[in-house]
Nanobody, 120 residues
């Protein structure tokens, strides 16, 4: 059983940066594809980025967000630059074994989420 705990959310202005972190425990971290999803009010949870070997991004964040992982520390981070009001959402860390997916249905483990609010 894998436990995920996110941190780093907050309220920022458009154009600012924010760094989210996710600490994992309870599994062999290097075996898991780690992803970030987000859910805005009234919208479906959507894929943001993932990492397992390589990195993968949604088109909406490509060039602004960077996902990284530290297998020695069992952490995955999401560096978010040039934030926009439309990035406002609850951001979730997720994990699944071996391969990444852009579908939330394919992830077995989820964190509790951290709120990111970007004001204009």
């Amino acid at each position: 059983q894998v436990q995920l705990v996110e941190s780093g959310g907050g309220l920022v202005q458009a154009g600012d940066s924010l760094r989210l972190s996710c600490a994992a425990s309870g599994g062999i971290f290097s075996r898991y594809a780690m992803a970030w999803f987000r859910q805005a009010p009234g919208k479906e949870r959507e894929f943001v980025a993932a990492t397992i070997g390589s990195t993968y991004y949604a088109d909406s964040v490509k060039g602004r967000f960077t996902i990284s992982r530290d297998n020695a520390k069992n952490t995955v981070c999401l560096q978010m630059n040039s934030l926009k009001p439309e990035d406002t959402a609850v951001y979730y860390c997720a994990a699944r074994l071996w391969t990444y997916s852009t579908s939330k249905k394919d992830y077995n483990y989820w964190g509790q989420g951290t709120q990111v609010t970007v004001s204009s």
